[in-house]
Nanobody, 124 residues
């Protein structure tokens, strides 16, 4: 079992920044990949970013590339999503997820465990 808890969401003006955190517990954190997804009202959940278990590779959706940076600290069982230059279209509930296979994927069905989500609202 893996438990994931997101934090760091909030209300920010366009152009601002937020840093999301994902605290993991349960299975050995360094054994699985972590992804960030988001879901806006009335839309399907979409891939944002992912990082493999060793943190040597990260992947981003085209919509956030150059603005968001994902990282992880295996010693602290933490994953992070630094979001800069936020836009109103980034408004969504953001979820972190665990892929027990260890390598990252943009497909939500490949992830085994999910957090409860944290709301990010970007005002124009």
């Amino acid at each position: 079992q893996v438990q994931l808890v997101e934090s760091g969401g909030g209300l920010v003006q366009a152009g601002g920044s937020l840093r999301l955190s994902c605290k993991a517990s349960g299975r050995t954190f360094s054994n699985y990949a972590v992804g960030w997804f988001r879901q806006a009202p009335g839309k399907e959940r979409e891939f944002v970013s992912a990082i493999i278990r060793t943190a040597s590779s990260t992947y981003y959706a085209d919509s956030v590339k150059g603005r968001f940076t994902m990282s992880r600290d295996n010693a602290k069982n933490m994953a992070y999503l630094q979001m800069n230059s936020l836009k109103p279209e980034d408004t969504a509930v953001y979820y972190c997820a665990a892929d027990l296979r260890g390598w990252s994927t943009p497909k939500s069905n490949d992830y085994n465990y999910w957090g409860q989500g944290t709301q990010v609202t970007v005002s124009s």
